[in-house]
Structure formats: C-alpha cells, structure tokens
DNA sequence: CACTATCGGCACGCACCGTGCCGATGGCAG
DNA sequence: CTGCCATCGGCACGGTGCGTGCCGATAGTG
C-alpha cells in the first residue's frame, strides 16, 4: 500500500515503516491523547518535515497506521456454521477495536473524520466498507449453502451488522462482550436463518 | 433542563439562554469547524470567562446545546403499525442528524469523546441511551399487541437498531435515506415481526 | 446610595498544526 | 574513492484554540 514495489527504495522507505510504527507504539503507551504529530517525531526521533513529507495530514498518517495492524482481523472462518463464524469474529473484532493499539488510533480517525467529508469517505472506503464486504461475502456463502432464506437483503444486513457492533465499541461505552454479540447474531439469524 | 423554573434569574440566566442560542446558531452557519469556545464568545460578544463560569469544558457546553434541539425528534408515533412507526421516525431522526444544527454539534460532541471516556459515558446516558429507551418502549408495545414475537430480546433489538441508524449517520458518509431505513426494518421485522 | 456579583476585555502560558530555513548526513553516480 | 545532492534532524515562526488570571465597568440588590 504505502510501499510501491519497485520504488527507489533510498533510505526514505525505512523512516516511513518506523514512523507507522512509532505511532502505533505510542498509541499503545499513551492512547488517543498522545496521538499527535509532534509526539510521533518526537517519539522516533524525526523532525515533523519528515513526516509531513510522507503524509499530507495527520489524518492520513493514521489511516495509514491502521491498516498496518487491522487487515488481520478481517479473515472470517468458514465452519460451515455462519452463526458461531460471525460470533466469533465480532467478539475478536470487539476486543481488537477496545484495545490499543487499534482503538486508540480508531478513535483518533474517527474524531479527525467529524470534521472533514472527505476523510470521512476515505475512512468508510479503507475500513468500513472492508468489513461489510467481508461480512457480506461470509453470509452470502450461507446464503448458498442454504443457512440463510434466498430472498434475505444481505447487503442491509452486512450493513446493520457492522453498524451494530461498531456503535456499541465506538460511540457507546458498553462492552462488546458475548452477550451483546448474541443479541446481534439472533436477531440476523431470527430474520434470516432457515434452521428454526 | 438547564433553567430551573424557581432560579433566582439573575441576569445570568439570559445568558445562558443566549450562549446556548448562539453556540447553536454557530453550528448552522459555519458548521463542526468553527465550533470553538472562542467563536462562541465572539459571536455572543461575550468573554471567555462568562461561558467557562457556566461550563466546565467545551464539551459540557456542546452537550447542553444539543439537548436543547434534540428533545423534539424523539417522540415515536403510535400509528398501531411497527413497522411505519419506526420508518417514519427512523427517516426524521436521520434527516435532522444530517443537517444543522443537530448534525455539526452531534459531530462535535462525539469528536470531544473519543478521547474522553468520562464524556462518552455522558454522552451514552443523556442522548443514546435515550434514543434507545424511547425505540424500546415502542417495540416493546408492539410486543404487547401481538405485532411481535414474544419470545424476542427486544433490549439488543433496539440497541441494534439505534446503532446501525446512528452508524450509518455519524461514521459512514452514506445518507439515511428510504432504502435504508427499509433494509434495517425489514431485517428487524423479519427476525422478530408475527406477520409474515 | 453603597455593595457586590457578574460582566466584557485583555493577556498569559501551554499545546499543537503546518511551513520555512539551516547545516549535517548518508547513499549513489562517476 | 570522491564529490554530489536528496533527505535528514533541529530550530523557529505565525496561527489557532484551550483554560486561567486580572482589570475596571456595570447592573441588580439591600
């Protein structure tokens, strides 16, 4: 993503993975409030021209810090199950989004985001419509393999189950534990699930 | 809510009132962006002081604007039909969480949260939580009627509709229009209606 | 009429953003 | 090996906003 292949690869190319790391590593120790560009040079030891020649914000320099650890937790499994596969993956999700580092800088994209469309787009592109398609393709799976009714709308369904759960781990300041993922997951196979 | 009805109304009283008005107004002028204490001062004409004798933090001050405007858009009908119910308020809940002066001052309140668990948890209490009482007290009568099954966990089912709504609003940059509101209705009613 | 709380105005210290300029450093071409 | 030049770290600046302190002015109260 943030590293061509084939670039020049000078001595820049580094620096940039140990900036993504410093800001995740400071994430981690101090959290959101410490989650500025001056504490990140200040942390690595770079003056902030270097890193404002990297990235044009400091949106940007988190977004891209969070893809570095949230592709990982994106891979549903395939039981054959779909309602143990979604309770597992939202209660890994739950914790990965509650803890640092990916809370913290979550929670940083998101207030930057309040304040500007545009990042607010970049960020549903990058990440949010990420999970929902992930979502979406496990329980289109189900659909075809006949644990879920043929004339269900998953698209809306992937949806308010993202929604759901990132409301409840983002904006609310409830736990993402097992009882709230069974209340998710029974009402998505209450509505569409075949084995009554 | 913020004037007691007995207050001893001194001329700070007003001002209340006018610092309220005027943070509000801000918000539909110049949007999230120029929501700051100082802007609020300046265009009340107003010293600092005045607001922070008031207000202990930005936020507190954004919090009480908003409950002044909010209160009005959570009455739910009560047409017999669930279904409508909700849509109908879901589409004005969504239409007033988009524009000014709900939408710039909810983004605000919410970007001030993130990196403070305590306003979160404010936050929760005085607006989600509400939102999802009155939304729980709706369904809950459906219940009652016989519009909905009995056996169903209506405390998660009304958290999940909130939040896929409020979702979709405030972190995705989709807009709550009638499609969307249908597909989270129709999942919500596919899971829990009697009517099939 | 005097008293006192509140007022608007101003300034401060702090933090951070984003930019500009400096001399130093290190990799690459010749 | 050597010289070149992009990138580097360091420093300082102007701008904005936060939250606080101090000032003299003002407006309600006893």
């Known amino acids: 993503m943030t590293e061509p292949p084939t670039a020049p690869r000078r001595r820049g190319t580094a620096r940039t993975e140990e900036l993504l790391q410093a800001t995740?590593?400071?994430?981690?120790e101090v959290g959101y409030a410490g989650l500025s560009i001056e504490a990140v040079g200040r942390r690595a030891g770079v003056g902030k021209h270097t890193i404002y020649r990297r990235w044009p914000s400091k949106a940007a320099l988190l977004l891209d810090a969070l893809?570095?650890?949230?592709t990982s937790d994106l891979d549903y499994r395939d039981t054959g199950n779909v309602r143990e596969d979604l309770r597992e993956q939202f209660l890994r999700s739950g914790a990965a989004l509650s803890g640092p580092p990916?809370?913290?800088v979550y929670r940083a994209v998101i207030a930057e985001a309040q304040g500007d469309p545009s990042l607010r787009a970049t960020l549903h592109e990058r990440f949010l419509a990420t999970v929902e398609q992930r979502t979406l393709d496990r329980i289109t799976r189900a659909q075809r393999t006949g644990e879920l009714t043929a004339d269900a709308n998953l698209e809306f369904a992937a949806e308010v189950l993202c929604g759901a759960l990132y409301y409840r781990g983002l904006m609310s300041n409830r736990p993402i534990d097992a009882a709230a993922v069974d209340g998710l997951v029974d009402m998505f196979m209450a509505a569409y699930g075949?084995?009554?």
């Open 194 to 196: 075949t084995t009554r």
């Open 24 to 28: 995740l590593d400071l994430a981690a």
């Open 102 to 104: 990916i809370g913290p």
């Open 67 to 70: 893809s570095r650890v949230w």
